[in-house]
């Protein structure tokens, strides 16, 4: 092909798309950008074990493959085989690359970029095949969820492959695996406009151009249907509590046509309408399904993590336990109907939601065999079920919580805590966790807290005064682990999650404006300054973790501080001449599991010695969590890692970014052809 030419194809595509946009209202148009270099690809889907098909591996999610060629032995001796820079790819550099590329047939297809483009790349090489980006003009710019996205969703049926991905604009496109050109089949010339069907109130049209409703997960691709969930605006203080409502819908990935939806906010006569007390369904939104989802295939069931409704701190507009918020909901894949739900916490009010895609499992406890769901959540709970009919594998008890006294809130008086496993990470504050480095640091952080509640999990917020500043929390809204979710091993049935330890919430709330929001009560900014005063963590370390649990026996296998200690406290005078073990650090990374090693990088940047600043890829033993190697990056991990073999070689590739270092994906292997 020559360099300086497009392709008579590519070159169409660009007439084609420019002549949609002449015709069409702006929020549809279309720009293609198709540097074709045929893609050869299989025609079928998921039957390479040696490929990464799905966001999570598989429909699972389980993030796992049995590799070996890169162990103990030589992971020290991994090389870049390429890389990948996202700066060109929008009209600013994207610094949160938090995608998981896919590798198919020997093609990796990811999202990257701030406008969300999807690039193909050969998979040995790096090298860009063709990319595709939407210009979305007021649409795009009125995004909830913008930027890179988490990824794509790959389908192939007889001789037709296709990506299939969801614009920051929340639409749905369908791209040719082989060109990037859109399948003109598929919906309205390859797009299906989302944002149509989704609903505020008792049943109002969004406005298809500002009404607020996006996605920054990757869509799932199951029997040849789409399923796409639904995510808002973060933040703690809302225009509206009567936002959008949430809703997963699934598409049928042939033609673009509607299969069913699923509202998570029952209206009447349906199922959980009764826990909107005061018929307040009507009037709230959210609980939507930002995170990934997981399906099983054989049961014909997917299975839904949804978030709290509007809004993360205050629901005295939205009495009851409101379902079907913070709940796991099992569908019918063929329907959509509802087989059972189990809600995690109810009536929230502290943005737990649940962050990242449910594990689907198969393990034995007690004897029984159970085809389980293992869900890992922000507050740092495992909470594992039947995944066929709902029941916890271990019992869960209801137990008292704290009833506060924020003037118009409903409080639920128990939520659901699980006799196991334990909490793999902190969940509340309490006195016995500050940092005790040395008794003047333990002096210094018991004096920070004495202007803030503290308390176990599910301690309620408190309204803002001059000498109380707020319920200071962890295992709420950023909470033990995110949207990058967990690892498990089929083989040894050992599940594998990383956690922040000490990711701090202060939930103080104010009088909110009623020229700004409808909500009440809304999170003060107050108090963060007296924490940060100290100069370094408040709390005692491990500051991040890995734990490994055996989901036989509901047991810690082991845990371990993941990460390099922070250079504030490697370099602090406070602590010259002391000998700290390594702390681990903030933050969030997924987990990559292998035949031999769980593969993870820090989630935070630190100084490394002869290499300046940076960051380092782990690789754990997965029977005990000895670190067994590590290899440098420019960045700290944003994405989460992926591998596969091809030609012979096991590849791992990561997103990372962060701080002044703009989005890269990094591919990893071992010296030789």
Request: hydrophobic share 35%; with cysteine.
């Amino acid at each position: 092909m020559n360099k300086n030419k497009l392709s008579g194809k590519a070159s169409q595509a660009i007439t084609n798309a420019s002549r949609v946009a002449r015709t069409r209202p702006i929020l549809f148009a279309m720009v293609l950008l198709a540097f074709v270099m045929p893609v050869k690809i299989r025609a079928q889907s998921n039957a390479n074990p040696a490929e990464w098909p799905t966001y999570g591996g598989d429909l699972a999610s389980t993030r796992y493959k049995p590799f070996d060629q890169i162990d103990a032995s030589n992971f020290n001796k991994l090389e870049v085989a390429w890389r990948f820079k996202t700066d060109n790819l929008g009209p600013r550099k994207e610094y949160r690359l938090e995608g998981t590329p896919l590798m198919i047939g020997g093609a990796i297809y990811a999202t990257a970029g701030s406008r969300r483009a999807v690039v193909a790349l050969d998979a040995a090489t790096g090298e860009l095949l063709w990319v595709h980006k939407e210009f979305e003009g007021e649409r795009g710019d009125e995004a909830p969820r913008s930027l890179s996205g988490r990824g794509l969703a790959y389908w192939s049926g007889g001789s037709d492959s296709r990506v299939l991905y969801v614009t920051p604009g929340y639409r749905l496109i369908a791209l040719d695996a082989k060109t990037g050109i859109p399948v003109r089949s598929f919906g309205d010339n390859g797009v299906v406009d989302l944002k149509v069907g989704a609903q505020f109130g008792t049943g109002q049209q969004i406005d298809l151009v500002t009404g607020e409703i996006g996605l920054h997960a990757a869509p799932i691709v199951a029997k040849d249907e789409i399923l796409v969930g639904s995510a808002f605006r973060e933040g703690s203080v809302p225009k509206t509590h009567s936002n959008t409502k949430g809703l997963v819908r699934a598409i049928d990935v042939r033609t673009g046509k509607l299969i069913w939806t699923f509202r998570t906010i029952p209206g009447p006569g349906e199922a959980g309408n009764e826990t909107w007390l005061d018929n307040s369904w009507a009037t709230n939104g959210n609980t939507g399904v930002w995170a990934q989802m997981s399906v099983d295939e054989d049961l014909g069931i997917a299975y839904l993590p949804v978030e709290m409704p509007t809004g993360d701190y205050y629901g005295g507009h939205r009495p009851g336990n409101g379902l079907f918020g913070d709940s796991i909901v099992a569908v019918d894949l063929k329907t959509g109907r509802m087989k059972w739900h189990y809600q995690l916490v109810h009536h929230g009010l502290w943005d737990m939601d649940i962050p990242a895609a449910p594990v689907l499992t198969d393990i034995t406890v007690n004897g029984r065999s159970i085809k389980a769901v293992a869900q890992p959540t922000k507050q740092g709970i495992l909470y594992v079920l039947d995944r066929v009919t709902g029941k916890p594998s271990w019992p869960f008890e209801e137990k008292p919580v704290e009833k506060g006294d924020v003037p118009g809130e409903w409080y639920s008086p128990t939520q659901p805590m699980p006799t196991k496993p334990k909490a793999y990470a902190r969940n509340g504050v309490f006195v016995d966790d500050l940092v005790d480095f040395t008794p003047e640091l333990h002096d210094k952080a018991l004096q920070v807290t004495e202007r803030f509640k503290l308390g176990p999990i599910f301690t309620p917020p408190v309204v803002r005064t001059p000498t109380l500043l707020g319920t200071m929390t962890m295992g709420t809204s950023f909470g033990a682990t995110n949207w990058p979710g967990g690892s498990y091993d089929p083989e040894t049935h050992i599940f594998y999650v990383q956690a922040c330890n000490v990711c701090l919430r202060i939930i103080g709330l104010d009088k909110a404006n009623p020229d700004v929001t409808d909500m009440g009560y809304v999170e003060g900014h107050g108090g963060r300054s007296n924490v940060d005063a100290l100069g370094m963590q408040i709390f005692k370390p491990p500051y991040g973790t890995i734990s490994a649990i055996d989901l036989d026996t509901g047991d810690f296998v082991w845990q371990v501080a993941h990460g390099e200690t922070p250079d504030q406290v490697r370099n602090s005078p406070a602590l010259k001449g002391l000998t700290i073990p390594r702390t681990g650090q903030e933050g969030h990374v997924g987990t990559l599991v292998t035949k031999t090693l769980v593969i993870a990088g820090d989630p935070d940047g630190t100084t490394i010695p002869s290499r300046g600043y940076g960051a380092i890829l782990h690789a754990y033993d997965k029977k005990n969590g000895n670190e067994v190697g590590s290899v440098y990056m420019p960045a700290p991990q944003v994405g989460s890692p992926m591998t596969y073999m091809l030609n012979g070689k096991q590849y791992i590739v990561l997103g990372v970014g962060g701080g002044n270092y703009s989005g890269e994906y990094i591919a990893f292997r071992l010296p030789g052809n």
